[in-house]
């Protein structure tokens, strides 16, 4: 955090979030980035993501809609085409390839 953000008070959250999706056509795993300033939308009551996702194996397009409250605190998750998956299985599937 940087000086101006102390003296600003900027909210401490974190700037990224990673998700790990694994595609439920091929198996293939993959780590998408969320920029938590950029990337959401305002809706009444908190923020709202959809991410548009493919994998560079079968191509599929996979969607994700993550609900987050005021604070940026993940509320409820929903994906098409895939599965979400935590960072040790994804570090685990990759080993395996």
């Known amino acids: ?20 999706v694994r595609c439920s056509k091929c198996g293939t795993p993959m780590k998408v980035r969320v920029d938590m300033y950029n990337d959401l939308s305002l809706e ?8 548009e996702m493919m994998d560079d194996h079968c191509f599929a397009l996979m969607r994700a809609e993550i609900r ?14 895939g599965e979400l998956i935590s960072k040790e299985e994804y570090e685990q599937l990759l080993a395996a390839q």
Do not use: H, T
């Open 68 to 81: 987050f409250d005021n604070k940026r605190r993940v509320r409820s998750r929903e994906i098409e085409g």
């Open 1 to 20: 955090m940087g000086f101006l953000d102390r003296l600003f008070g900027r909210p401490k959250f974190e700037r990224e979030m990673w998700l790990y």
């Open 44 to 51: 009444e009551g908190g923020y709202i993501l959809r991410k």
